[in-house]
């Protein structure tokens, strides 16, 4: 089986696309895997190419305003034509992540794939709406970071006393459940989209979240935001600031 990976966030480093393609990977152990990038109309070639020689292509896309980037979109209009006269036969499936909570906010992104699919002649797989993208993305940049320096403490402590301290391995197990518990709902949708593309079956669209209960999650997601801001060199009043744009 040949499986394509698309990421088709449009920024070219990082993101919640790029981090859920990459997490994807660890559950397609056996499989032919190639990964490429849509991020510009220079990509469109390229990975239009790729589709005649692929069994099954997965889509890692980010939800903008309730639909597919501008640039997916283009770049669909495009691909229909190209796999009508290559006789492309592979299955698209596809994991939608939004900045919201709700993953059932990607639905529309999900039902426009499966929508192109039946124009273009390609078999829709089905797909995952995860909400909550980018807090996911930052834990899995946080948590690493944290159970690095509990790993460092305990390297430390063996070396100087030859044993390591309960009170580390009770906090290193607990940096480890609380992270797979903020993400169990998307493993588990991985884990069943996986099974699906290993038994060539279309998976019913399921939607999941990070597991922050949402009264926490605004304030968090504004407090990343506002620091997020701040790390580019940006003040707080330059987020409701007025574009140059709408006032020429």
Known sequence: ????????????????????SRLFRLFLPGIRKKEVSLSTRQDFQKVMELFPGMDVVCLFVPLYVDGLPSHVVEFLMQAEEYCKNHSCRF????????????????????????????????????????????????????????????????ALFFFDIGAVPDGLLHSLAIQIFTWLFLNSGVLFCMARLSLAIFRERALTDQFTRVMIPSFLFVPMADLFMILSSLFQGRFLFALLKRDKWHSE
Do not use: D
Request: proline share 4%; hydrophobic share 50%.
């Open 1 to 20: 089986m040949n499986l394509l990976i698309l990421n088709a966030s449009p920024k070219k480093k990082g993101g919640a696309s790029r981090f859920f």
């Open 91 to 154: 299955r698209l499936y596809a994991l939608s992540n939004n900045g919201f909570v709700e993953g059932k906010q990607n639905r529309p992104a999900l039902h426009m794939l499966q929508a192109w699919c039946k124009r273009a002649g390609i078999t829709w797989g089905g797909g995952i709406g995860i909400g909550g993208g980018m807090m996911l993305h930052v834990l899995g940049i946080v948590y690493p970071i944290l159970i690095g320096i509990l790993l460092l403490q305990m």
